[in-house]
């Protein structure tokens, strides 16, 4: 029933009607996963739905430099009608295997947000180690379908210490190790990788921390440390300046406005969240909302969200007191 009467609002021209009233506010989107082929209920994109989305966004919208949107917001020039940003967190491998390859080919740019200790082989992104005890045979109840959600929920509100030792206690419970060595299926780019991409002129390198903790879970200090340490590291690996900043999680809650000033006293530019939302004049550069795709979403789900349809739901759920979308 719902992909019906998607199909029918996008046959009926709601989704392109959407579009052009809101041809002036700019679209950041947030990619996380990628894979070769499609894997059914993962949230990795696939290289056809990626190939897909591009060739959508070639023909209806003008893919830009994340900075080119924050220049416009900090200069109050007015953005380009139709202005998409692309964004990609943590620093998989699966990016430089799946998508780089199609960036270049359809000459798109994007933003690549790496975890520095994830690049540098030190750690491998605490979410994925969630994540892969999921995928074992023995998972726990809390690992399972909706209630993985909510474990996530739990674990961002978590000091990172006492986060990874609940982690570890379900690895335990469940009579497995936790690898010391990230999985390839979630393994890091390397900083060659990262060079040869930052070096097509294409991807720009921005920091996503160095550890990846919620930052409303530690200390101003752990903070600046993390912001700090992440861009030195990433400066020294890719032998380029990193000028914006990715929240991890990113979602309202999951930092303070203390931290927002050290983002700015840290010596970045931009700041990205995980909040669905478009971009205006007047939007701070430090809060930036995004749209995030996933492999769970289907290409109408994708039109709908970046055509604006769903960025209007939204707004009228609100105003009709439904709650929000």
Not at 48 to 74: G, K, W
Not at 176 to 193: D, F, K, M, N, Q
Not at 254 to 269: F, K, L, M
Not at 308 to 322: I, N, P, V
Request: hydrophobic content about 40%; some cysteine; glycine content about 8%.
């Amino acid at each position: 029933m719902k992909r019906f009467a998607l199909r029918l609002m996008r046959d009926l021209g709601a989704f392109a009607f959407s579009r052009r009233i809101s041809a002036g506010l700019a679209r950041i989107l947030m990619y996380h996963n990628f894979s070769e082929v499609c894997e059914t209920g993962s949230d990795a994109v696939n290289v056809s739905a990626l190939r897909d989305q591009l060739t959508y966004l070639r023909d209806h919208f003008h893919v830009v430099p994340l900075s080119y949107i924050v220049e416009c917001l900090t200069t109050s020039r007015n953005l380009d009608n139709f202005a998409v940003a692309l964004t990609i967190d943590d620093g998989r491998r699966n990016f430089y295997q799946c998508f780089f390859p199609l960036l270049t080919e359809f000459a798109m740019p994007a933003t690549f947000f790496v975890v520095s200790s994830f690049i540098r082989g030190e750690e491998w992104v605490w979410t994925d180690k969630v994540l892969w005890l999921s995928e074992q045979p023995a998972a726990l109840d809390e690992l399972r379908g909706t209630e993985i959600e909510r474990l996530f929920r739990k674990l961002n509100d978590m000091r990172p210490e006492v986060r990874n030792s609940k982690i570890a206690a379900m690895a335990a419970r469940m009579g497995v190790g936790i690898p010391l060595e990230t999985p390839e299926r979630y393994g890091p780019c390397s900083w060659a990788e990262l060079r040869e991409m930052a070096d097509s002129g294409l991807i720009e390198i921005g920091s996503h921390t160095a550890t990846h903790p919620i930052l409303a879970s530690i200390t101003d200090a752990e903070s600046w440390h993390e912001l700090t340490l992440s861009r030195a590291q990433i400066e020294e690996g890719i032998g380029r300046q990193v000028k914006s900043f990715c929240f991890p999680n990113g979602k309202p809650g999951d930092y303070r406005s203390t931290q927002i000033q050290q983002i700015v006293d840290a010596g970045y530019t931009s700041a990205v969240l995980a909040s669905p939302g478009l971009i205006e004049t007047g939007t701070s550069a430090f809060e930036l909302p995004r749209i995030g795709v996933s492999g769970r979403l289907d290409a109408l789900s994708f039109q709908k969200s970046v055509d604006g349809a769903e960025y209007y739901h939204g707004r009228l759920k609100r105003t009709l007191g439904m709650g929000h979308a």
